[in-house]
Structure formats: structure tokens, C-alpha cells
């Protein structure tokens, strides 16, 4: 069955560093998305990403957070200069329509 | 912004039991859906639904879409242990499939 893959499935980074999560969405998928949890709390809406470009973002996708779609299969989350309260799973998301599959996550811990 | 309403927080139940849970939102949703996750990966979706008042199984699993969109339950029957996990609602409004989370069911089955 298709799946979304993540990778790395857990890094540790320096607060300032810069981290890149990595994606690949279910191959006929038009819609993509990056979620975010936090250790114990409800998963949270990043940003939407169609057509090239993103369609939604929320009020945690700062100028800190950028996402790209390098090639047609890669879909990318860069933070810029992490901070320590950026530790959470990150989640990648794709979707054809209505119903939106979820990759096993990145586990991002910032010391 | 919009918020779900998902009870109750924690579960403990005996293995052959029945379970109920539900989210609720003063806002309407078109979709609705319900994904399980264990610990350290990411949600597995379960259930969608995609009308107002459609009920849908999924093995031991049902769930309703509200009459009045704006809530939707899931009963889980014969309970056995690894339905161990925490269960999430999760809604869709507008056209742009960015879906808002509830906080979560934590279930606990007693063998």
C-alpha cells in the first residue's frame, strides 16, 4: 500500500542550526502538508503546499519555516535557526482529495 | 480560529468492553475524520466521513458524521488490547483539506 516516508526519523540539533525534514507524498497526491506535535499535544496545521506553492499556512509557519518541492517527488520543511520550543514530531501529509495520509514523522530535538 | 472539542480525554476499560468518544466544534466541517496513533508514529487514518448523518464501520469500528456537521462520534466494540493508542477527530471545512485536530482520546485496554 502507498505510503508518505520521512526521513530522518529522528535528528538532534543545536538551537541556531538550521534542520531540513524530508518527505516523499504518496506518488498521485496533489496536496501536501507539514504538521507539527509536540510531545503529549494535539497535532497542529504547518502549512499546505499546491501547485508549486503554498495554500495555507498558519501562525506557527513564521519566516522561520520554508517548504520546497525540489523535484517531483521530494517535499521538503527547512527551520532556519532552530529554537528549543521547535522540539516536536514533524509530520509530513499528503492527499488526492478528501482524505490526507500522514508520514511516521520526524522526531526534531533541539539542545 | 477553529477549535474541536474532543472527550473524553482518557479512557481505561476492560478488554471486551465498548467505547465511546466524540468531538464537537461551534463550527461546521464538511469532513470529518478519525485516525489512531501509537506512540512514536504518526496517525493512521480509520475512518472518513464525508456527509452529514453518513454512518460508516470499519471492522469494529463506527463512526457518524453529525446531523449537524459540527460533531462526530466513534464507538470502537469488543475492546481488546491493542486498541491501545490515542485517537484523534479530525475536521476539514473550505476547500483547501487543511484539517484541524482534537486534542485526543487516550484509550487504555485492561487484558
Known amino acids: 500500500e502507498p505510503e508518505v516516508t520521512q526521513t530522518p526519523s529522528h535528528q538532534v540539533t543545536q538551537m541556531g542550526q538550521e534542520v531540513i525534514l524530508r518527505c516523499v507524498p504518496i506518488?498521485?497526491?496533489?496536496?501536501f502538508y507539514w504538521y507539527r506535535q509536540i510531545l503529549g499535544q494535539k497535532v497542529e496545521f504547518l502549512v499546505s503546499?499546491?501547485?508549486?506553492?503554498?495554500?495555507?499556512k498558519s501562525e506557527i509557519f513564521d519566516d522561520q519555516f520554508s517548504v520546497e518541492r525540489p523535484d517531483g517527488s521530494n517535499f521538503t520543511l527547512k527551520i532556519r535557526s532552530t529554537k528549543l520550543e521547535d522540539s516536536a514530531m514533524y509530520f509530513c501529509?499528503?492527499?488526492?482529495?478528501?482524505?490526507?495520509?500522514f508520514g511516521e514523522g520526524s522526531w526534531l530535538t533541539v539542545v | 480560529g477553529q477549535q474541536l472539542n474532543q472527550s473524553p480525554q482518557s479512557m481505561f476499560i476492560q478488554e471486551g468492553e465498548d467505547v465511546s468518544m466524540n468531538c464537537t466544534s461551534s463550527?461546521?466541517?464538511?469532513?470529518w475524520l478519525w485516525y489512531k496513533q501509537d506512540p512514536g508514529e504518526g496517525p493512521v487514518l480509520l475512518i472518513a466521513?464525508?456527509?452529514?448523518?453518513e454512518l460508516t464501520s470499519n471492522g469494529r469500528l463506527t463512526a457518524q458524521f453529525g446531523i449537524t456537521r459540527k460533531d462526530s462520534f466513534l464507538n470502537i466494540s469488543a475492546s481488546i488490547p491493542s486498541d491501545v493508542g490515542i485517537y484523534f477527530c479530525?475536521?476539514?471545512?473550505?476547500?483547501?483539506?487543511?484539517?484541524?485536530f482534537g486534542k485526543g482520546t487516550l484509550l487504555t485496554v485492561n487484558p
Open positions: 503546499f499546491y501547485n508549486n506553492e503554498i495554500s495555507e
Open positions: 501529509a499528503s492527499s488526492e482529495s478528501n482524505t490526507i495520509y
Open positions: 479530525a475536521g476539514r471545512r473550505g476547500s483547501n483539506y487543511k484539517l484541524t
Open positions: 506518488s498521485n497526491h496533489l496536496y
Open positions: 463550527s461546521i466541517f464538511n469532513t
Open positions: 466521513l464525508y456527509k452529514a448523518g
